[in-house]
């Protein structure tokens, strides 16, 4: 049986990861309707596709749209709190989801570690995406990639370094700054290395991660998790570079801020705060660009066939506050989805071992 939609009545306290419980709700605001009324969610019409761009080369009037799409977005948690477009909200959605605020089928639902880690954060990039474009009343606003896999993109896009700007989270570990080069393949400690070999080393990771380990769909997406089923099997980019670029970002667990709160990792480093960095998006950018370049590499890399896959539902308020039910199976293409990714050259093609 297929993961269900949760429904915002059972949602209820979700816990840090290795720590307390979150000190408050991640649930979502109420419904207008019953959640056995929620309808399922269709594309809207569009002309024009949204194209999402490499993060590092774009221009200073795009950092300034976004920039202003974002702050109207944290305007909301300070005006209406309740608003489910606002910018707390719409972090506390990836909490419900990942830190046990909704029990399914006996256990705590958990869109990681598992086959529904694409699809989900997709369906919910997708969503971000349609609200940061309705709050400047630009219908083809595009959230920029990550683009980690190329040597261009392997350190913090500068726009997210502007401290003061609405992008700058400073919560961040204050080491990604400054330009820093990335370590895709690390967990949290540093190898002494030149930055040259320490880029060569993310394309070979790279290329190990997209091709030699991935050759099929449950290596590359994670092993199947149906109702009932709680499994802890990652695929291949989740574990890396996936998580390596969240403990990056995020602080040091168990160091200090300047409050002296204890750190779990915030923002990026903990699954219940890391929707509050705003590169957390673009970040699921890229990891999202990979879906669609791992089925270009071909051969057996294609979607998963599996109905409890493709049935599976999450739910989501769109960019007009209304909530949908969503199905795996509606968004295995983003063109039909109305956006598409800028072509970057993909390097770490080249770099087998
Ligand atoms: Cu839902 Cu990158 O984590």
């Not at 971000?128 to 896009?157: S, V």
Request: charged share 20%.
């Amino acid at each position: 049986t297929p993961i269900p939609s949760p429904d915002l009545k059972t949602c209820g306290r979700a816990t840090i990861s290795d720590g307390p419980l979150v000190p408050y709700s991640c649930c979502p605001p109420p419904m207008p309707t019953n959640f056995d009324t929620i309808p399922y969610y269709k594309f809207p019409s569009m002309t024009k596709l949204r194209i999402r761009t490499p993060a590092h080369a774009v221009d200073e009037e795009y950092i300034a749209k976004y920039n202003l799409a974002i702050s109207r977005m944290r305007d909301l948690d300070k005006t209406e709190p309740l608003n489910p477009l606002g910018f707390k909200q719409q972090a506390n959605i990836h909490c419900a989801y990942c830190n046990g605020a909704y029990i399914i089928g006996g256990k705590e639902l958990q869109v990681h570690n598992s086959w529904l880690f694409f699809p989900f954060h997709r369906w919910y990039l997708y969503f971000y995406e349609r609200i940061l474009g309705k709050l400047i009343d630009d219908p083809t606003f595009a959230l920029p990639y990550w683009n980690w896999d190329h040597p261009k993109g392997m350190r913090l896009p500068p726009m997210f370094d502007r401290e003061g700007s609405s992008l700058y989270d400073e919560r961040r570990n204050q080491q990604v700054r400054n330009g820093t080069v990335l370590d895709l393949g690390s967990f949290g400690d540093k190898v002494e290395t030149t930055q040259l070999q320490l880029m060569s080393n993310n394309l070979t990771l790279m290329y190990r991660q997209m091709v030699t380990n991935a050759p099929c769909p449950l290596l590359f997406f994670g092993a199947p998790y149906v109702l009932g089923n709680n499994v802890e099997a990652p695929g291949t980019i989740e574990t890396i570079p996936h998580i390596p670029v969240h403990i990056w970002a995020g602080t040091v667990r168990g160091s200090k801020f300047p409050n002296g709160d204890v750190s779990y990792g915030e923002d990026m480093g903990n699954f219940y705060s890391a929707g509050l960095d705003p590169v957390f998006y673009c970040h699921h950018g890229n990891v999202d660009r990979m879906w669609n370049e791992w089925k270009a590499i071909g051969g057996k890399r294609r979607d998963i066939s599996e109905k409890d896959w493709l049935n599976s539902e999450f739910f989501f308020y769109d960019e007009h506050k209304n909530p949908y039910r969503v199905k795996v199976r509606d968004c295995l293409d983003t063109k039909k989805m109305g956006y598409d990714y800028a072509p970057m050259p993909t390097p770490w093609r080249n770099f087998k071992p």
